[in-house]
T-cell receptor
Framework: NAGVTQTPKFQVLKTGQSMTLQCAQDMNHEYMSWYRQDPGMGLRLIHYSVGAGITDQGEVPNGYNVSRSTTEDFPLRLLSAAPSQTSVYFC?????????????FGPGTRLLVL | GQNIDQPTEMTATEGAIVQINCTYQ??????LFWYQQHAGEAPTFLSYNVLDGLEEKGRFSSFLSRSKGYSYLLLKELQMKDSASYLC??????????FGPGTRLSVLP
């Protein structure tokens, strides 16, 4: 099993550009989520999904879109990049959408918006 | 609202014992996770407490008091490789986690 994979590992964008961060898992997990991590602020939930076709907003959803067309994939789209979106982005998955199980994290994508 | 608090930084000596505290106020609380995160890497799972009390796992133990909204992670026989950030996270009904800001632990020789 590859676990949770994320691409790209690093990305530099200009203000106003759009892009998609890719996330995939091969563990048949129901629950998938996107976090951003900024210094001193821990992990903040952007969007999450409890199964294919179902997504919901987390704590900081503005400026981001997600979709979950398959169990395996959960891409995160930045609609119009802003310097405030400079961060490290982690995708995670968990076997049970009801909770009570750990999340498994991907290696992260480091994004710089100029 | 939801709030989780941890000390920002801690320092300890190799071979010593350190306790990292976490206090939380969340709605729909199910349990509490602890994760370890080395610099530049992803968080990895350490422990999960649902019931009150102490759970021991080798050099690491975790404690939970649901009535007090309090947890701690205890690290014994500290090693240099334990230098990392430690994140507590509340597992809430409704399928989302709320993370604390993380505690950066430095282990000195």
């Amino acid at each position: 099993n590859a676990g949770v994979t994320q691409t790209p590992k690093f990305q530099v964008l200009k203000t106003g550009q759009s892009m998609t961060l890719q996330c995939a898992q091969d563990m048949n997990h129901e629950y998938m989520s996107w976090y951003r991590q900024d210094p001193g602020m821990g992990l903040r939930l952007i969007h999450y999904s409890v199964g294919a076709g179902i997504t919901d907003q987390g704590e900081v959803p503005n400026g981001y879109n997600v979709s979950r067309s398959t169990t395996e994939d959960f891409p995160l789209r930045l609609l119009s990049a802003a310097p405030s979106q400079t961060s490290v982005y982690f995708c995670a998955s968990s076997p049970d959408a009801r909770g009570g199980e750990t999340q498994y994290f991907g290696p992260g994508t480091r994004l710089l918006v100029l | 609202g939801q709030n989780i608090d941890q000390p920002t930084e801690m320092t300890a000596t190799e071979g010593a014992i350190v306790q990292i505290n976490c206090t939380y106020q969340t709605s729909g609380f199910n349990g509490l996770f602890w994760y370890q995160q080395h610099a530049g890497e992803a968080p990895t799972f350490l422990s999960y407490n649902v019931l009150d009390g102490l759970e021991e796992k080798g050099r690491f133990s975790s404690f939970l008091s649901r009535s007090k909204g309090y947890s701690y992670l205890l690290l014994k026989e500290l090693q240099m490789k334990d230098s990392a950030s430690y994140l507590c996270a509340a597992d809430n009904y409704g399928q989302n986690f709320v993370f604390g800001p993380g505690t950066r632990l430095s282990v000195l020789p």
